[in-house]
């Protein structure tokens, strides 16, 4: 099958193992933006009114999609879906009372709920942007310094993408974190998102890392 991400890394980055070392010894420590503090103090005064202590996180939602989707799947759990665009956000037009979408940069709302010793019990992370050029590793998940959060957010995680390399990078860093997980190919039955409903029309291989 055709690899759709144009790239000039073959494989799994030369500096990913370091990256993660280097990550792990030094937390990321970045004050909060005031707006995402906002948003975050309005989430869990949404999630403590639902009287609902499942909390599933969908970061990187888009249009929230996948959000709505969680939510009709897991009725007694609260789903909050995050995205930074507001663009995104705003195409969503359905409604239910136990979703909330919130404009939000996700590694700061991941260091909220760490602060606030939230545990989360699923963690969904959809076709996230690849930044496929090899200088552009510290921007995806996995090379981000706020990765390690994820571990200590806790929860079941999924990552679906496009792009081979990114999988086999997040389970490699996944794996270096102590998470252990699987990774496959992937042909959802019911596309969640808007993304994989465009990938799946063109033909892409899609591919699943999902942690035990
Ligand atoms: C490729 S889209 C996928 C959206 C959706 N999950 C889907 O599959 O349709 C990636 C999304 O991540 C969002 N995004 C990128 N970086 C982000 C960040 N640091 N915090 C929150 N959202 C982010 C973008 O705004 C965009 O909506």
């Given at each position: 099958?055709?690899?759709?991400?144009?790239?000039?890394?073959?494989?799994?980055?030369?500096?990913?193992?370091?990256t993660i070392e280097r990550h792990?010894?030094?937390?990321?420590?970045?004050?909060?933006?005031?707006?995402?503090?906002?948003?975050?103090?309005?989430?869990?005064?949404?999630?403590?009114?639902?009287?609902?202590?499942?909390?599933?996180?969908?970061?990187?939602?888009?249009?929230?999609?996948?959000?709505?989707?969680?939510?009709?799947?897991?009725?007694?759990?609260?789903?909050?879906?995050?995205?930074?665009?507001?663009?995104?956000?705003?195409?969503?037009?359905?409604?239910?009372?136990?979703?909330?979408?919130?404009?939000?940069?996700?590694?700061?709302?991941?260091?909220?709920?760490?602060?606030?010793?939230?545990?989360?019990?699923?963690?969904?992370?959809?076709?996230?942007?690849?930044?496929?050029?090899?200088?552009?590793?510290?921007?995806?998940?996995?090379?981000?310094?706020?990765?390690?959060?994820?571990?200590?957010?806790?929860?079941?995680?999924?990552?679906?993408?496009?792009?081979?390399?990114?999988?086999?990078?997040?389970?490699?860093?996944?794996?270096?974190?102590?998470?252990?997980?699987?990774?496959?190919?992937?042909?959802?039955?019911?596309?969640?998102?808007?993304?994989?409903?465009?990938?799946?029309?063109?033909?892409?291989?899609?591919?699943?890392?999902?942690?035990?």
């Amino acid at each position: 099958m055709i690899d759709p991400i144009n790239s000039d890394q073959k494989d799994v980055h030369i500096n990913l193992d370091r990256t993660i070392e280097r990550h792990l010894h030094r937390p990321w420590i970045k004050p909060v933006p005031a707006h995402t503090r906002h948003a975050f103090d309005k989430a869990m005064t949404w999630w403590r009114e639902r009287g609902r202590p499942t909390l599933i996180l969908d970061s990187f939602c888009g249009t929230g999609m996948s959000t709505a989707f969680l939510a009709r799947h897991n009725p007694e759990a609260c789903v909050i879906g995050l995205d930074k665009s507001s663009h995104r956000l705003s195409k969503h037009t359905v409604e239910s009372p136990n979703y909330l979408l919130i404009r939000a940069e996700c590694e700061s709302f991941w260091q909220c709920l760490v602060h606030e010793n939230i545990n989360i019990e699923q963690h969904w992370m959809l076709y996230p942007n690849p930044w496929p050029k090899a200088g552009q590793l510290k921007r995806r998940i996995h090379g981000h310094p706020s990765f390690p959060l994820i571990k200590t957010l806790g929860g079941q995680i999924e990552l679906r993408t496009n792009w081979h390399i990114y999988a086999k990078e997040f389970y490699q860093a996944c794996e270096q974190l102590g998470i252990r997980g699987t990774l496959e190919p992937f042909a959802p039955a019911t596309p969640m998102t808007l993304f994989e409903t465009k990938y799946l029309a063109r033909g892409h291989g899609l591919w699943c890392y999902r942690s035990r």
